[in-house]
């Protein structure tokens, strides 16, 4: 079969594999369908890795944002069957009762994770971006007919959901929302869909704050532009009740600390590169403020299907792009633009 290989920086081909075959009563075999290039599967291809301790040592089949149809299943595997569509959550954690987290019910951070499309581990887990995979039952939702391109967002969706999650209850909450990447529009939809009374967006950019507008964002503000804006969301220590910080900038996270009330909640959902992190803590220090890292997802991943498939939340806005699996490197070279959203590779 074909699949997307990642040989190392910058070289990424559209070749031959072996099939993935199901080795377990519990795993499925999916045809994929389509797929979307994540910021991790971009830092693999620009840099070769992630900072300097995860790094692409070997060929990778990239991508862990997916959805498809399965192709076969396992002995044990009794509510999925040939031709259901699923969509995939990328985590297998191991489930062994001797991993403390797994056996306390945080699968997130199982020492003993394969993450589809992840370098984390050698050798490497491969990833999605193939005509077929082979999964754990528990990584298959399965949904009823559903666009392809919709489904492949429910991985991004569920580390918005997850960011919400963090905030803990957001009805009738004023929310910011720093950061219109992708995942900063999902956390939009997001905190609106699961109750908050207002979102507000801020961006350097123009396009992505009006696909914000798109999600549901109440009022949308570019920081570079107007950052009188910004300084009127300041005053009296902090114009809102809690904040999702998704631009993993140092600068911007000090900025979304200013803006948040006393007492309020930031979910950190961008990830700082080494170098960017925040270097003025004094709004942080003076107000009580709670600061939660937002690192995946788990429980997430039901409900923000559930969002897709009920068509609560509509995520195509940001769809940029759409290329057919062989033509992955045009794909990646779209997703690594500064002026595309989501691109996505599709195998049908
Ligand atoms: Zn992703
Ligand atoms: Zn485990």
């Not at 149809?69 to 040939?82: I, P």
């Not at 491969?126 to 919709?150: I, N, T, W, Y």
């Not at 909450?173 to 699961?194: E, F, Q, S, W, Y």
């Amino acid at each position: 079969m074909k699949a997307c290989v990642l040989h190392g920086k910058g070289d990424l081909r559209y070749e031959d594999v072996a099939d993935p075959i199901i080795s377990t009563d519990d795993e499925v075999k999916v045809k994929i369908l389509a797929g979307g290039i994540c910021g991790s599967d971009q830092h693999y291809y620009l840099e070769g890795g992630i900072g300097t301790s995860i790094v692409v040592r070997e060929p990778i089949v990239i991508g862990h944002e997916g959805c498809g149809v399965v192709e076969a299943v396992g002995a044990n595997v009794k509510d999925l069957k040939q031709g259901d569509m699923v969509i995939i959550r990328p985590a297998r954690p191991c489930f062994k009762p001797d991993c403390y987290y797994c056996s306390h019910h945080m699968y997130s951070y199982c020492e003993n994770m394969r993450h589809l499309g992840s370098a984390i581990t050698f050798p490497h887990v491969q990833g999605l971006f193939a005509e077929s995979v082979v999964v754990h039952q528990v990584q298959c939702r399965k949904v009823r007919e559903m666009k392809p391109d919709v489904a492949a967002f429910a991985e991004p969706l569920s580390v918005a959901f997850n960011g919400v999650h963090q905030l803990g209850d957001v009805i009738g909450k004023d929310v910011l929302v720093m950061g219109t990447g992708p995942i900063g529009l999902l956390c939009v939809a997001a905190a609106k869909v699961l109750g908050a009374n207002s979102v507000t967006a801020v961006d350097i950019r123009d396009e992505p704050l009006s696909i914000a507008k798109k999600m549901g964002a109440d009022a949308v503000i570019n920081s570079k532009t107007d950052p009188q804006a910004i300084e009127a969301l300041c005053v009296h220590k902090g114009q809102f009740d809690c904040a999702l910080e998704a631009t993993g900038n140092g600068f911007a996270c000090e900025q979304t600390m200013k803006m948040v009330r006393p007492e309020g909640v930031i979910s950190q959902v961008g990830m700082f590169g080494s170098g960017h992190q925040p270097k003025d803590f004094g709004a942080f220090a003076t107000k009580g403020l709670k600061w939660h890292s937002v690192f995946r997802f788990y429980s997430e991943f039901g409900p923000a299907v559930n969002a897709l498939e009920s068509g609560r939340i509509d995520p195509l806005p940001l769809l940029s792009a759409s290329y057919p699996a062989e033509q992955c490197v045009e794909a990646m070279e779209a997703a690594v633009s500064p002026t595309t959203c989501k691109v996505q590779v599709r195998f049908y």
